[in-house]
């Protein structure tokens, strides 16, 4: 059963004890023409139906507040998902909150039943002497040999009682009244407490749900960058066969060269037998090329200062820049390309390609592909349109077929140290003499030189004759 309810139930019998157990003092004092007194008696049951009443109304109109308030926070949980863990801490911090004052309650209302326990058992006392006073005096009346003095100190005693009794009622109707106070406040915690469940439970799974969402989305996310992924792979595959197979034309490739070619600066130094310094310097240019790991800048041997002979020059120091308009980095080391030493590499780092700020070109994978290919005078800026043939007793080479040349620009005459590019932009290779073209498959050194201000251990009249023989000893239509 419902405490309030209860508490109720015990105000009403409380009430009837006291209107039926009232004393009938006029038929006791009939003789003696006593003032007649009547215990007031208050309608405490209509009086806390009609609290009860309102009570529950406020309870009713709070409920209904509540759950409005309810509906509104739910709703700005739907629009903002990204709070709902800190409502959820609010709420747990509110329930919290209100369980102590929910306890709180309790014990004051545990506190108000005892002192209503107390003053109960005060009225019940009070009625016992009221009782035995009655009879006293019904006694005395009876035997009228009460002296007026001691009836007129009983009737004093009487009223003293009645009063009390009177004032205990009221301090029970306000411990009532203060009971109902106590357990309407604890029924709208109580109410709270569940609203704040409710929103604890519901925020909890607007979470889950939220944070399902956000798995799916993840999920579909992933799904579209793989897709994503996929089709970047396909457009750069597409892109790179569009771009293997689109013919460039002669004046695109030239205007490319001119545009991204590498000033090459070369100084070689030594003393001859008299004491006489004899230095020696080229300047050529070329471009950057790379097989996609390593960056290399090409030329042929013929436009540095070194020289294929027998006996070879023994350099004491060698040195050498790369520029690109205002940029330019040093020539660390020279290699001599295999299979045929007379193109020369000179390679540099990725941060030091980046900082000349020029196209890298690569070397064609496929160098069959096109029958024609466009030749570069790298010195004396011509260039001209050409057609090679394959010479099966040189594969590393094709030969320049003199019946198909045509130039577009400057006097086109092919020589040694010529560039060749494919119709696709990419690089062919170098030309050995005035017909043949050595193809660049890789980058393989057969021996390198390492620049610096004293070279003399590395013996470079021994390699430079070494590698003269080895060119001799080549085909002549080679040489």
């Given at each position: 059963?419902?405490?309030?309810i209860?508490?109720?139930?015990?105000?009403?019998?409380?009430?009837?004890l006291?209107?039926f157990?009232?004393?009938?003092?006029?038929?006791?004092?009939?003789?003696?023409?006593a003032?007649q007194?009547?215990?007031?008696?208050?309608?405490?049951?209509?009086e806390s139906g009609?609290?009860?009443?309102?009570?529950?109304r406020?309870?009713?109109?709070?409920?209904r507040?509540?759950?409005?308030?309810?509906m509104?926070?739910l709703?700005?949980?739907?629009?903002?998902?990204?709070?709902q863990q800190?409502?959820?801490a609010e709420r747990?911090?509110?329930?919290?909150?209100l369980q102590?004052e929910l306890?709180?309650r309790e014990q004051?209302?545990?506190?108000?039943?005892?002192?209503?326990?107390?003053?109960q058992?005060?009225?019940?006392s009070?009625?016992t002497?009221?009782?035995?006073?009655?009879?006293q005096?019904?006694?005395?009346?009876?035997?009228?040999?009460?002296?007026k003095?001691?009836?007129?100190a009983?009737?004093?005693?009487?009223r003293?009682?009645?009063?009390?009794a009177a004032?205990?009622?009221q301090?029970?109707?306000?411990?009532a009244?203060?009971?109902?106070?106590?357990?309407?406040?604890?029924?709208?915690?109580?109410g709270?407490?569940?609203?704040?469940?409710v929103?604890?439970r519901?925020?909890?799974e607007q979470v889950v749900?939220?944070?399902?969402q956000?798995k799916v989305e993840?999920e579909e996310?992933?799904?579209l960058?793989?897709?994503?992924?996929?089709?970047?792979?396909?457009?750069?595959?597409?892109?790179?066969?569009v771009?293997?197979n689109?013919q460039l034309?002669?004046n695109?490739?030239?205007?490319?060269?001119v545009?991204n070619?590498v000033q090459?600066?070369?100084?070689a130094f030594?003393s001859?037998?008299?004491?006489i310094?004899?230095?020696?310097?080229?300047?050529t240019?070329?471009i950057?090329?790379?097989?996609?790991?390593?960056?290399?800048?090409?030329?042929h041997?013929h436009?540095?200062?070194?020289t294929?002979?027998n006996?070879?020059?023994e350099?004491e120091?060698?040195?050498?820049t790369l520029?690109?308009n205002?940029h330019?980095?040093?020539i660390?080391?020279?290699s001599?390309?295999w299979?045929d030493?007379?193109a020369v590499?000179?390679?540099?780092?990725?941060?030091?390609s980046?900082?000349?700020?020029?196209?890298?070109y690569?070397?064609?994978?496929?160098?069959?592909k096109f029958?024609?290919?466009?030749?570069?005078g790298?010195?004396?800026?011509?260039y001209?349109?050409c057609?090679f043939?394959?010479?099966l007793?040189?594969?590393?080479y094709?030969k320049l077929d003199?019946?198909?040349l045509?130039g577009l620009?400057?006097k086109?005459?092919?020589s040694?140290?010529?560039l060749v590019f494919?119709?696709?932009?990419e690089?062919?290779?170098?030309?050995?003499?005035n017909t043949?073209?050595m193809?660049?498959?890789?980058f393989?050194?057969t021996?390198?030189?390492?620049?610096?201000?004293?070279?003399?251990?590395?013996?470079?009249?021994?390699?430079?004759?070494?590698?003269?023989s080895f060119v001799a000893?080549?085909?002549?239509?080679?040489?």
């Open positions: 059963m419902n405490r309030s209860l508490i109720v139930i015990c105000d009403f019998l409380l009430v009837s006291l209107a157990s009232s004393i009938d003092i006029n038929n006791a004092f009939k003789e003696r023409s003032p007194i009547k215990p007031v008696v208050a309608d405490v049951q209509a009609k609290d009860l009443t309102a009570v529950m406020v309870a009713l109109e709070e409920e507040k509540n759950r409005d308030a309810l509104g926070e709703a700005r949980s739907r629009e903002a998902a990204t709070k800190a409502l959820l747990e911090r509110q329930t919290q909150t102590g306890q709180s004051e209302a545990q506190k108000l039943q005892q002192q209503q326990a107390n003053l058992e005060q009225y019940a009070a009625q002497n009221l009782q035995t006073l009655a009879h005096l019904q006694t005395s009346s009876t035997e009228a040999v009460i002296s003095e001691r009836l007129a009983l009737e004093a005693e009487l003293k009682q009645t009063e009390a004032a205990l009622q301090q029970m109707a306000s411990l009244r203060s009971n109902q106070l106590v357990l309407a406040e604890r029924q709208q915690l109580a709270q407490l569940q609203v704040a469940e929103e604890k519901h925020a909890a749900k939220m944070e399902e956000v993840r996310k992933a799904k960058a793989e897709g994503v992924k996929v089709l970047a792979n396909q457009s750069q595959d597409l892109a790179r066969e771009r293997e689109r034309a002669p695109t490739i030239f205007n490319e060269f545009t070619r090459a600066r070369f100084d030594r001859t037998v008299l004491g310094d004899s230095s020696r310097r080229k300047d240019e070329t950057l090329v790379t097989d996609g790991t390593n960056i290399f800048a090409l030329c041997v436009d540095t200062p070194l294929f002979f006996p070879g020059t350099w120091s060698l040195s050498g520029s690109h205002e330019q980095v040093p660390h080391s020279l001599f390309c299979p030493p007379r590499l000179m390679p540099l780092s990725q941060a030091e980046k900082q000349l700020a020029c196209k890298v690569h070397i064609s994978t496929e160098p069959y029958q024609d290919a466009v030749l570069v790298a010195r004396e800026g011509y001209g349109e057609r043939q394959i010479d007793s040189t594969p590393d094709v003199n019946s198909f045509k620009f400057g086109f005459n092919p040694r140290g010529d494919s119709k696709t932009g690089l062919l290779g170098l030309m050995a003499n043949y073209c193809m660049i498959h890789s393989n050194p021996a390198t030189f390492q620049f610096g201000p004293d070279v003399r251990a590395q013996h470079t009249g021994d390699t430079l004759a070494r590698l003269y000893g080549m085909p002549n239509k080679l040489q």
